[in-house]
């Protein structure tokens, strides 16, 4: 069974600068999973931030960005704000419509 | 402006049946593949079911196989979610998401708000 990895938490101070991964169970992680992550504020529907690896969706700030670091997808949030205070969740594409949440990683800006 | 509002959530008994709407406006519904995903109370998302936009195709999660039925009306605009043999364990809030188009890649671009369905005795 696959398992998609991500950082339980994670915290930043206001202004600085965060990765969060996203990682396989077993293996690396490329492009070819179609990587993308997900904003969910508390009560809120997810928030589509970077898909396709690295292009940010519509009305996205270019704070965020997304990339391959080593064998895992990357989420980058550079200069970050209070109100990036957010769970981030990534998704991989396995192919055969199999797609696969990470566990989600819970980002506190302090 | 893409909208998709579920309906049809609520509390129901272990074994019982429950079926969810999803309301699709603001795009051509019958172009795209719609996903259903859910999350329980105070946990991860997770990824139940899909169907084209044919509706010819679905899939499913392996934790809900046999149990759920996916399905659509093009002329509705109507993503339907038929639940049977509903466990404690689907209690979640369950939403319904948008694909893009195939050649754009594969990623969710729109989620509605999601609607809460509650398994208990």
């Known amino acids: 069974q696959t398992v998609v990895t991500q950082e339980p938490s994670f915290s930043v101070s206001p202004g600085g600068t965060v990765t969060l991964t996203c990682g396989l169970s077993s293996g690396s992680v490329s492009t070819t999973y179609h990587p993308s992550w997900y904003q969910q504020t508390p009560g809120q529907a997810p928030r589509t931030l970077i898909y396709?690896?690295?292009t940010r969706s519509s009305g996205v700030p270019d704070r965020f960005s997304g990339s391959i670091l080593g064998n895992k997808a990357a989420l980058t949030i550079t200069g970050a704000q209070a109100d990036d205070e957010s769970d981030y969740y990534c998704?991989?594409?396995?192919?055969?419509?199999?797609?696969?949440f990470g566990g989600g990683t819970k980002l506190t800006v302090l | 402006e893409v909208q998709l509002v579920e309906s049809g959530g609520g509390l129901v008994q272990p074994g019982g049946s429950l079926r969810l709407s999803c309301s699709a406006s603001g795009f051509t519904f019958s172009t795209y593949a719609m996903h259903w995903v859910r999350q329980a109370p105070g946990k991860g998302l997770e990824y139940v079911s899909a169907i084209d936009n044919s509706g010819h195709r679905t899939f499913y999660a392996d934790s809900v196989k046999g149990r759920f039925t996916v399905s659509r009306d093009n002329s509705k605009n109507m993503l339907n979610l038929q639940m049977s043999g509903l466990r404690p364990e689907d209690t979640a809030v369950y939403y319904c998401?948008?694909?893009?188009?195939?050649?754009?890649?594969?990623?969710?671009?729109?989620w509605g708000q999601g609607t809460l369905v509650t398994v208990s005795s």
């Open positions: 998704v991989l594409y396995m192919g055969n419509d199999i797609w696969v």
């Open positions: 396709n690896t690295n």
């Open positions: 998401v948008k694909r893009p188009s195939y050649s754009s890649g594969w990623y969710y671009d729109y």
